[in-house]
Nanobody, 116 residues
Framework: QARLAESGGGLVQPGGSLRLSCVAS????????MSWYRQAPGKERELVAS????????NYAHSVQGRATISRDNAGNTVYLEMKSLEPADTAVYYC?????????WGQGTQVTVSS
């Protein structure tokens, strides 16, 4: 059964950093395009970063450019999102998304709260 499991969220002070992980199971992970999205209260879900299955090309939302790094470990079936210089505006539920040639899959999300 295909499943995505995010972890690494929590309470972080402004200016701090964190690393989110998303472990995929039930997939041929190396064939998946992987992305991180986030959804803040009262707002639409938005793309944060993506990384391609072939070549590992990464793209970032303007709002996190220079502060976020997406990476993948195909041997460990895991995609990561590292963020630094966190701001209260980064507070949201962060979701992992996997896209194959046939379908897209979502994780259950992990809460990130940036507050002093």
């Amino acid at each position: 059964q295909a499943r995505l499991a995010e972890s690494g969220g929590g309470l972080v002070q402004p200016g701090g950093s964190l690393r989110l992980s998303c472990v995929a199971s039930g997939f041929i992970f190396s064939r998946l395009d992987m992305s991180w999205y986030r959804q803040a209260p009262g707002k639409e879900r938005e793309l944060v970063a993506s990384i391609s299955s072939v070549g590992g090309a990464a793209n970032y939302a303007h709002s996190v450019q220079g502060r976020a790094t997406i990476s993948r470990d195909n041997a460990g079936n895991t995609v990561y999102l590292e963020m630094k210089s966190l701001e209260p505006a980064d507070t949201a539920v962060y979701y992992c998304k996997a896209k194959s040639s046939m379908a897209s899959y979502w994780g259950q999300g992990t809460q990130v709260t940036v507050s002093s």
